[in-house]
């Protein structure tokens, strides 16, 4: 196929490509406003608390209420919620993850000698991108071995208090939630596509060769148009 002929057939993919990126990132528009509400809101209660003193019990009196509230959003189904301190913020625990979900809207409680109460936060990606950007963030999917244990999305945003960043705001999201929201829409455009994060893990498909989880390769497919979502670092793809 000549190159003429590969450009006008991405050019007749161009609207649907629109299309996927406009239904993507309105699904996402409707979380991370509201997770950054939250965590401004959290990080004016960390500052009418005195900040410096703070404890675990503090601090998870202060979230839980957030937490319930981003747990009973109606208008999706929020698999778990809190908030996951910087290293020596508090002042008996080096760090914390406070954090509700569930059904039972259960308080997430390690058990004693457990490995995942050593587990660096800062290292983990929804922890890491927010606290050098200053940015909100999505990362996945992944299985969430620290909490869930199921394949998982991660929004979270970061709490800043005088300009300086104490920790973030989170809340999960499993990638069977968002594969039951965004597989229709997507499924009624033109031609099949798939949502994929940065490193090309799909996310969703309604290409039959793909499912979530799967990972993009360039050698094994081409590629014949991509496009960006708005406020995350996500891209919907259109295959050959």
């Not at 608390?49 to 839980?64: C, F, H, I, K, W």
């Not at 498909?205 to 990972?215: I, M």
Request: glycine share 6%; charged share 25%.
């Amino acid at each position: 196929m000549s190159a003429t002929a590969v450009q006008t057939l991405g050019d007749a993919e161009t609207p649907v490509l629109e299309s996927a990126s406009s239904i993507v990132s309105a699904y996402f528009a409707k979380l991370l406003p509201m997770l950054e509400e939250h965590a401004a809101r959290l990080a004016s209660e960390i500052v009418e608390s005195g900040g410096d003193g703070l404890t675990a019990t503090r601090m998870d009196d202060l979230v839980e209420p957030h937490a319930h509230e981003l747990l009973d959003f109606a208008d999706e189904p929020i698999y778990g919620a809190g908030f996951i301190a910087t290293v020596d913020l508090l002042a008996d625990a080096p760090s914390h993850l406070a954090w509700w979900q569930g059904a039972d809207r259960r308080k997430l409680v390690f058990p004693p000698r457990s490995i995942k109460q050593s587990i660096d936060y800062r290292d983990l990606e929804w922890f890491r991108v927010p606290s050098l950007t200053g940015n909100s963030h999505v990362a996945g999917p992944y299985v969430d071995y620290l909490c869930s244990d199921e394949y998982t999305m991660t929004a979270a945003a970061p709490v800043t208090v005088d300009g300086n960043f104490v920790g973030v705001a989170g809340l999960d999201v499993l990638i069977e939630t968002i594969e039951r929201r965004l597989t229709p829409p997507l499924r009624a455009l033109a031609s099949p596509v798939l949502l994929v994060n940065g490193v090309n893990r799909v996310l969703v498909s309604t290409d039959r060769r793909f499912s979530a989880g799967d990972v993009l390769r360039a050698d094994r497919v081409e590629v014949l148009e991509r496009r960006g979502c708005d406020a995350v670092d996500l891209e919907v793809v259109i295959l050959r």
